[in-house]
């Protein structure tokens, strides 16, 4: 009876937080994956978010779980994407993957990003995944450019894994403001989408001077 209670008790201790990983990082992983083929899903507000349970977590190592999750499905999901793109620039009729890049590209931005792609090589694929709505232009401007499959993932590597410690420390700092995770998923998630629409409201605001 005694060791029955033993263990109950133990299961009711760790249960949640095990629970909580085994879901957590195979649904990170999915989620970010899907956001990467698919631009709807706000990847950077989930790493952030998930970067701010695992801060307030006992088990060790969770924050480096959520960064080799949410790098590696960003670095998967990206490089299956332009995968896709290259197939779709080879065929007669195209591909839904390629529209749907070309749809996210504006025929000013996707200049911009050549231009700045024939200047400056790699270190411009890099900075596109940290800003906002920059990582499909430069995706479409390496197609364009005829790059291989090689070279894309060469570059995207690094750009993954700073989008990824980028998102973990807005995550991380929201972690520590805050005693609960729901308040700290909160702020992240305000942050996260501060940062997304600042740099369009800068530029109505330029445009309207």
Known sequence: ?????????????????STQQAIGYP???LLVLIGA????????????????????QTAPFSLALVFVTASTAAFLGDV??????????????????LEAIRSRAPEERLAQAQEKLAEHGVAVLVLSRLVPAGRLPVMLACLLAK????????????ACLAWAV????????????????????VAAIALTVVISVAPGVWKRVRAAK
């Not at 009876?1 to 937080?17: C, D, I, L, R, Y």
């Not at 994407?81 to 839904?96: A, C, E, Q, V």
Request: avoid cysteine; aromatic fraction near 12%; proline fraction near 7%.
């Open 1 to 17: 009876m005694a060791a029955t209670t033993t263990v109950a008790a133990a299961t009711t201790t760790v249960s949640p937080e």
């Open 27 to 29: 649904s990170l992983f």
């Open 37 to 56: 083929l698919v631009p709807v899903v706000p990847t950077g507000a989930l790493v952030s978010s998930a970067a701010v349970v695992a801060f307030h």
């Open 80 to 97: 299956t994407l332009y995968w896709l793109g290259r197939r779709g620039m080879g065929s007669k009729n195209g591909s839904r993957w």
């Open 147 to 158: 790059w291989s499959m090689r070279r894309f993932a060469r570059g995207n590597l690094p």
């Open 166 to 185: 980028t998102y973990q420390l807005i995550g991380i700092l929201g972690g520590s403001l805050f005693p609960e995770p729901w308040q700290g998923v």
